[in-house]
């Protein structure tokens, strides 16, 4: 509480315009997950690795605008590249040659995208492969998983959620073949899609193991159901996703986040003789649709990103950056005797007031939200910016110095929690 008042004294100007917004957005909010008591600071300005709020704080900024600020906030090559789209002029009512010059770079990530096409975010690449699915193979059922997170109204945080999209879901108990045969033996016949992150991100990033992951594409395969890896935010732990960590190649994926340089971005695609339904000169082709699908500015911030910026080497050093950082602070909670740690992997994290290991959703029970609102605050008042329910994603400006300066904060809000 000392924390929360903390401070609400020193945003004043961050609760005036948060007052402003409540009449109009509910909560003042137009993005749950931003939203915390007593109010968000409401944020002006972002350079590298760091923001600047309405009065005038400057944090170091470890949440990375959950995984979609991979490049920072203000990349030289990205910058360039939108300012010079601007002055082509917007809305161009056509194609233009940058969209295809960016699908061939994903595909050249992402080989098992045979083909592909654009969306708004993720949430609609997943609500398009999905759809995919159900019309390709003409079923109904999709296999999900609890905890599993694809968009606001594809969400299992609680097995499900009132403003879900109306799929016929089956959701199954993450990191358990057991429970996937168990639940998908009746319907095996009217199995659509299996929709997997590889890693639950929203979930707690909690890994899928390998062996989970290459028993549901068997699974698939014996079924003849379509597996979608949503990669959505596992698609930068390596220049080719976790796919090709694993091995494995789906026959749908689902990206976005970063790989729209900062602007809003979505893709699906696999297999061509599925996606190839989409080829407008086919008779009676599937439509989608999309007016920003192709929009200049993002097409234009994705195709730099991906050749001036984001070359294997840079995601690698950052990932391992991540798990560098992340076995010293568990290394730290562990040294300190709190029963706090930080699961993920590369430069993706997320803090647990919990000990053991973290398997699937349940194992997230009895989590004390209480802890993590404390840490959330003292790490704030050190000026360090994580979300609030404990998830950061490191940008590629995120160095050496700047760990070492969260390894501070975050020892000394360990410390202070202890006082
Ligand atoms: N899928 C995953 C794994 C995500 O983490 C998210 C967003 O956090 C989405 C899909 C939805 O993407 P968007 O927010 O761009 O709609």
Same mark, same amino acid.
């Given at each position: 509480?000392?924390?929360?008042?903390?401070?609400?004294?020193?945003?004043?100007?961050?609760?005036?315009?948060?007052?402003?917004?409540?009449?109009?957005? &509910?909560?003042?909010?137009?993005?749950?997950?931003?939203?915390?008591?007593? %109010?968000?600071?409401?944020?002006?300005?972002?350079? !590298?690795?760091?923001? /600047?709020?309405?009065?005038?704080?400057?944090?170091?900024?470890?949440?990375?605008? =959950?995984?979609?600020?991979?490049?920072?906030?203000?990349?030289?090559?990205?910058?360039?590249?939108?300012?010079?789209?601007?002055?082509?002029?917007?809305?161009?009512?056509?194609?233009?040659?940058?969209?295809?010059?960016?699908?061939?770079? *994903? @595909?050249?990530? =992402? &080989?098992?995208?045979?083909?592909?096409?654009?969306?708004?975010?993720?949430?609609?690449?997943?609500?398009?492969?999905?759809?995919?699915?159900?019309?390709?193979?003409?079923?109904?059922?999709?296999?999900?998983?609890?905890?599993?997170?694809?968009?606001?109204?594809?969400?299992? !945080?609680?097995?499900?959620?009132?403003?879900?999209?109306?799929?016929? /879901?089956?959701?199954?108990?993450?990191?358990?073949?057991?429970?996937?045969?168990?639940?998908?033996?009746?319907?095996?016949?009217?199995?659509?899609?299996?929709?997997?992150?590889?890693?639950?991100?929203?979930?707690?990033?909690?890994?899928?193991? &390998?062996?989970?992951?290459?028993?549901?594409?068997?699974?698939?395969?014996?079924?003849?159901?379509?597996?979608?890896?949503?990669?959505?935010?596992?698609?930068?732990?390596?220049?080719?996703?976790?796919? @090709? +960590?694993?091995?494995?190649? &789906?026959?749908?994926?689902?990206?976005?986040?970063?790989?729209?340089?900062? +602007?809003? =971005?979505?893709? =699906?695609?696999?297999?061509?003789?599925?996606?190839?339904?989409?080829?407008?000169?086919?008779?009676?082709? /599937?439509?989608?649709?999309?007016?920003?699908?192709?929009?200049?500015?993002?097409?234009?911030?994705?195709?730099? !990103?991906?050749?001036?910026?984001?070359?294997?080497?840079?995601?690698?050093?950052?990932?391992?950056?991540?798990?560098?950082?992340?076995?010293?602070?568990?290394?730290?909670?562990?040294?300190?005797?709190?029963?706090?740690?930080?699961?993920?992997?590369?430069?993706?994290?997320?803090?647990?007031? +919990?000990?053991?290991?973290?398997?699937?959703?349940?194992?997230?029970?009895?989590?004390?939200?209480?802890?993590?609102?404390?840490? %959330? %605050?003292?790490? *704030?008042?050190?000026?360090?910016?994580?979300?609030?329910? !404990?998830?950061?994603?490191?940008?590629?400006?995120?160095?050496?110095?700047?760990?070492?300066?969260?390894?501070?904060?975050?020892?000394?809000?360990?410390?202070?929690?202890?006082?």
């Amino acid at each position: 509480n000392q924390a929360i008042e903390q401070y609400r004294r020193s945003h004043p100007a961050s609760e005036r315009i948060h007052q402003q917004a409540l009449g109009v957005l &509910p909560g003042g909010n137009t993005r749950s997950v931003l939203f915390f008591d007593p %109010f968000p600071p409401y944020m002006v300005r972002g350079e !590298g690795c760091h923001l /600047w709020d309405a009065d005038g704080h400057r944090y170091l900024d470890a949440l990375g605008e =959950f995984t979609a600020g991979l490049y920072g906030h203000s990349d030289p090559a990205i910058r360039a590249a939108v300012s010079e789209a601007l002055h082509s002029g917007l809305s161009l009512s056509s194609h233009t040659e940058r969209e295809g010059l960016l699908a061939r770079e *994903l @595909q050249r990530r =992402f &080989p098992s995208m045979e083909l592909l096409r654009f969306t708004n975010s993720g949430t609609e690449a997943n609500l398009m492969a999905l759809a995919t699915a159900t019309a390709s193979t003409e079923r109904r059922k999709v296999l999900v998983f609890k905890g599993g997170y694809h968009g606001g109204v594809l969400a299992f !945080g609680q097995g499900g959620s009132p403003v879900n999209v109306p799929h016929e /879901w089956i959701v199954a108990r993450y990191n358990d073949l057991d429970d996937v045969h168990a639940q998908v033996s009746p319907h095996r016949k009217d199995l659509a899609a299996i929709l997997v992150e590889p890693m639950l991100g929203s979930g707690g990033c909690i890994p899928g193991d &390998p062996q989970f992951l290459h028993g549901l594409r068997a699974l698939a395969s014996e079924t003849g159901a379509l597996l979608i890896f949503d990669e959505v935010m596992t698609s930068r732990l390596s220049f080719g996703g976790r796919q @090709q +960590l694993l091995g494995i190649r &789906p026959d749908l994926t689902t990206i976005g986040k970063y790989f729209g340089g900062g +602007l809003t =971005f979505g893709a =699906f695609g696999g297999r061509a003789d599925v996606m190839s339904r989409y080829d407008p000169r086919r008779p009676q082709a /599937w439509q989608h649709a999309g007016t920003f699908n192709n929009n200049v500015l993002t097409m234009a911030a994705g195709l730099a !990103g991906l050749k001036h910026v984001l070359t294997a080497e840079r995601l690698d050093a950052l990932n391992r950056r991540g798990d560098a950082l992340r076995a010293k602070l568990n290394a730290m909670f562990e040294r300190q005797g709190v029963p706090l740690q930080f699961s993920g992997l590369g430069s993706l994290m997320q803090l647990h007031p +919990l000990a053991g290991t973290l398997r699937s959703a349940d194992d997230l029970a009895a989590a004390d939200d209480r802890v993590k609102a404390l840490m %959330f %605050f003292e790490l *704030l008042s050190r000026s360090v910016y994580m979300a609030r329910r !404990g998830f950061m994603a490191l940008s590629l400006p995120f160095g050496d110095a700047e760990c070492m300066r969260l390894e501070h904060a975050m020892t000394e809000a360990v410390n202070a929690r202890r006082a």
